[in-house]
């Protein structure tokens, strides 16, 4: 049966080894949102969750560039993505870019941990989006000069990418070269292949 806007949520669920939190199996990147805005108090919501990652001495490295449809933050990171992400992007109610700080602001010493923390913002940035039927999708596409100059970024961050984030739109609405990955079922290596004991020797 070929998926629908009411049916696409069940089969993007994930199927795993074992249970895991509900959130975490309807987390998924959809290029399909919907044309609703997403509302001041959830995004406060969504981006004190970010702020509240686990981060090497507390430093909180990211930082972030929001941008809701209509306005200029919005236009500059649009038009900082690469033509490929643009064909489908512009459907987000709302766009923003994540950033990290790439040296610790007590002594200036490189962060070895910066993007690693910077990622568990992401994440729980976008588990707490799921909480309220929301949707985000991450994409490394991004011509970073272009986004650096947009904004005035100063050289001790780095832009990692800038991501969508809305409610799901209609998945048959997307250029036909992303059709087939927004219908398809997700799929993720089995834990043998990623949990050891020993390098390569599964330890669950």
């Given at each position: 049966m070929i998926p629908t806007i009411d049916t696409i949520e069940d089969v993007k669920r994930a199927h795993t080894e074992a249970p895991i939190h509900a959130l975490i199996e309807r987390r998924w990147s959809p290029r399909s949102f919907a044309d609703t805005p997403v509302s001041d108090a959830d995004l406060k919501s969504i981006f004190t969750a970010a702020g509240w990652a686990a981060s090497s001495q507390n430093e909180q490295p990211w930082r972030y560039l929001v941008g809701r449809k209509g306005d200029e933050t919005y236009k500059k990171l649009f038009d900082s993505l690469l033509p490929g992400?643009?064909?489908?992007?512009?459907?987000?109610?709302?766009?923003?870019?994540?950033?990290?700080?790439?040296?610790?602001?007590?002594?200036?010493?490189?962060?070895?941990?910066?993007?690693?923390?910077?990622?568990?913002?992401?994440?729980?940035?976008?588990?707490?989006a799921r909480a309220f039927d929301l949707h985000t999708h991450g994409m490394a596409g991004v011509d970073k000069d272009l986004l650096r100059a947009f904004f005035g970024i100063p050289g001790d961050f780095d832009v990692v990418a800038v991501w969508a984030l809305g409610y799901l739109g209609d998945p048959h609405a997307v250029p036909d070269k992303y059709k087939q990955a927004e219908l398809d079922p997700r799929t993720r290596k089995p834990l043998s292949e990623y949990v050891f004991a020993s390098w390569e020797q599964g330890a669950l």
């Open positions: 992400n643009q064909l489908w992007a512009g459907t987000a109610p709302v766009l923003y870019a994540t950033l990290v700080k790439k040296t610790f602001a007590a002594n200036g010493k490189p962060n070895g941990s910066a993007l690693h923390d910077t990622g568990a913002s992401d994440a729980t940035l976008s588990l707490q």
